[in-house]
């Protein structure tokens, strides 16, 4: 059984810059962070705090990356701010496609503004889940399209991926990958879930790759928030 998530909330300096920020996040995703990792992001009430939760294990490796690239941070013990009443799940279709990697400072700042745009009394939560690694794997020369979809396989029958798609795919799953969830909670009233819910999607739509559109999936019942 592995080890209980223990979480720090992370207090930033006074100079953190957005540069320092992503390059903080790109080490979070390297293979010497620990797994599994949880990374959370709480706006409610007039503060907006930041966690980290990993294995009692990974506590030292996670304080040594905080204070090598966030100058300035502190680690303190917390939990999580407050209990949500609706939480979706981000869903990538077709999985084997892979996302913008130019993007990420421009993401961070279309969420924080959703963030900051909360109603007195809402409570939003963005969760960033990194889990297991994925080893590097061989493309065979001709794949089938993942972008068709089941209307085109019933209608014109499997269609050979273009050699551009098959290229990206390569890049894809021929490096190191981790798997990794995103979740988004929030306690408001049901218009207003819905538009923030809307309004994360599209902050997070500029990772999106060509054929590869996120959306999320209908508001999950808590107990499905353990899969």
């Not at 090598?68 to 407050?82: I, N």
Request: charged fraction near 20%; aromatic fraction near 4%; hydrophobic fraction near 40%.
């Amino acid at each position: 059984m592995s080890d209980a998530l223990h979480f720090k909330r992370i207090l930033p300096g006074s100079d953190l810059t957005s540069a320092q920020v992503v390059r903080f996040l790109q080490q979070l995703s390297a293979p010497s962070s620990p797994r599994p990792l949880v990374f959370e992001t709480w706006a409610c009430g007039t503060a907006i705090v930041h966690l980290l939760g990993c294995a009692e294990s990974g506590g030292a490796t996670m304080r040594a990356l905080v204070s090598s690239h966030l100058p300035g941070a502190r680690m303190v013990a917390s939990s999580r701010p407050e209990v949500v009443d609706k939480v979706a799940r981000l869903r990538l279709t077709p999985k084997a496609m892979p996302l913008r990697d130019d993007a990420l400072e421009a993401v961070l700042h279309a969420i924080y503004g959703v963030l900051a745009g909360r109603a007195p009394g809402e409570t939003i939560a963005v969760q960033v889940v990194c889990g297991r690694g994925r080893r590097p794997t061989q493309v065979p020369t001709r794949i089938l399209d993942p972008a068709s979809s089941i209307p085109d396989l019933v209608v014109h029958g499997p269609r050979v991926a273009p050699s551009e798609t098959r290229h990206r795919i390569v890049r894809q799953v021929g490096q190191a990958r981790l798997d990794v969830t995103v979740r988004v909670a929030v306690t408001a009233s049901s218009e207003r879930s819905q538009q923030i819910r809307d309004q994360l999607l599209s902050a997070l739509a500029q990772l999106e790759a060509r054929s590869s559109p996120c959306s999320w999936c209908n508001w999950l019942d808590m107990f499905e928030l353990l899969g």
